[in-house]
């Protein structure tokens, strides 16, 4: 093909909206209020409106997921569920406020945590579950909610790939009392440098949420609780709240793509299955295959990047010995081994999909 294929083409996108994202940039900077400026507060607004619980803005995915543990005031010895397929983030929090991440197994076929994998795991330490809704659609809350009230666990949704989705006609974010996302620039709704929001349905939550990620502080230089420094700027914000208006009409565009790579593969190939309860928003398009790794080769020579999310079962990875228990995941293992994303974005074009498509069929052997 002689143009270039983009895995994730932020670039498509600023072009359909530049002229609204420089005057967005232009009165931030008007206005030099860079930290905790008005657009800050707007874009909390719309997310809040967009979500149905209220939205608190800050500075990364992995922020709003440590300021949020940080407000259920997570302990050291603490053991908190997560999944074993998933980005690092999701653990690397909880090994940090020194709790202990327990790996549960996914849904082979969603990727999701399994939630019958769920209470062999639960313990006397246990107090929390953060399910992942993973690749762009939700985990299945109502079974884990259930388990959580039965045992008394809170849960979190790490939402960072999800956000826009919908699970049994609610939108995500809003199926815990807690959600956290992201808005690094690959995510489905993403700004132009780091940003992250954190969603609670309580206020009381939400406002120790927002103590915590300003230095604990409840009026200028009174701090009332142990914080960080994980301000969502300016900047961002304004970047983000333009996005936001075509978010939907982009939800759809990438559901399209789908589609058509779906159609492409589902004579021959392992293709992504969406539960009947949810809508995805294709956060990533990601086959499964035994030869994954030559079929990956095979697409580079022919110009198609891809990406393995993810290579590594959390439960193995060198950060967590000594800190992850034993864990048996086989599901997780086997498809790590397997998984691979072709390029996925609203405006990847037709004459894209179809080249990439036969390009996977030829190298699967098809
Ligand atoms: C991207 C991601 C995060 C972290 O978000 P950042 O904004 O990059 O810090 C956390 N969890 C999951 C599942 C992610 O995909």
Not at 114 to 132: A, D, K, M, W
Request: hydrophobic residues 40%.
């Amino acid at each position: 093909m002689n143009e270039e294929i983009v895995f994730c083409d932020l670039g498509a996108q600023l072009a359909g909206m530049r002229p609204e994202i420089e005057r967005a940039i232009n009165e931030v900077l008007d206005s030099t209020a860079f930290i905790n400026g008005p657009a800050v507060r707007k874009l909390e607004d719309e997310l809040s409106d967009y979500v149905g619980s209220e939205a608190i803005g800050c500075a990364s995915g992995t922020d709003a997921l440590l300021i949020a543990l940080m407000a259920l005031e997570v302990q050291p010895g603490d053991e908190i569920i997560v999944p074993d397929f998933t980005f690092i983030a999701t653990a690397e929090v909880v090994a940090l406020l020194g709790a202990k991440p327990v790996f549960c197994d996914v849904d082979p076929l969603t990727y999701n945590m399994n939630p019958e994998c769920i209470e062999p795991l639960i313990s006397t330490q246990t107090v929390g579950i953060i399910p992942v809704s993973i690749f762009g659609q939700c985990a299945d809350f109502d079974a884990i909610n259930a388990i959580a009230e039965k045992h008394s666990l809170w849960v979190m949704e790490d939402a960072a790939q999800s956000f826009g989705a919908e699970y049994k006609g609610r939108k995500s974010c809003s199926l815990s009392p807690v959600a956290t996302s992201s808005f690094f620039p690959a995510k489905p709704l993403g700004c132009y440098g780091d940003g992250g929001v954190v969603f609670a349905s309580d206020p009381q939550l939400a406002k120790k949420i927002r103590m915590i990620l300003n230095h604990g502080q409840n009026k200028r230089y009174h701090h009332a609780v142990i914080g960080v420094n994980a301000r969502l700027d300016s900047l961002q914000a304004a970047i983000v709240s333009v996005k936001l208006q075509k978010f939907d009409q982009e939800i759809q565009l990438r559901q399209q793509v789908a589609a058509s790579y779906s159609r492409f593969f589902e004579a021959d190939l392992h293709i992504p299955v969406v539960a009947d309860y949810n809508s995805s928003v294709w956060a990533q398009y990601t086959l499964q295959h035994p030869e994954r790794d030559a079929i990956r080769d095979e697409l580079q020579q022919q110009g198609i990047p891809t990406a393995v999310h993810y290579p590594v079962p959390l439960h193995t990875q060198e950060a967590f010995a000594g800190i992850a228990g034993k864990t048996e995941c086989p599901v997780t293992e086997k498809i790590s081994r397997q998984v691979f994303s072709l390029p996925m974005h609203p405006y990847l074009p037709e004459r894209q999909i179809e080249y990439i498509a036969q390009a996977v069929l030829q190298a699967a052997g098809k």
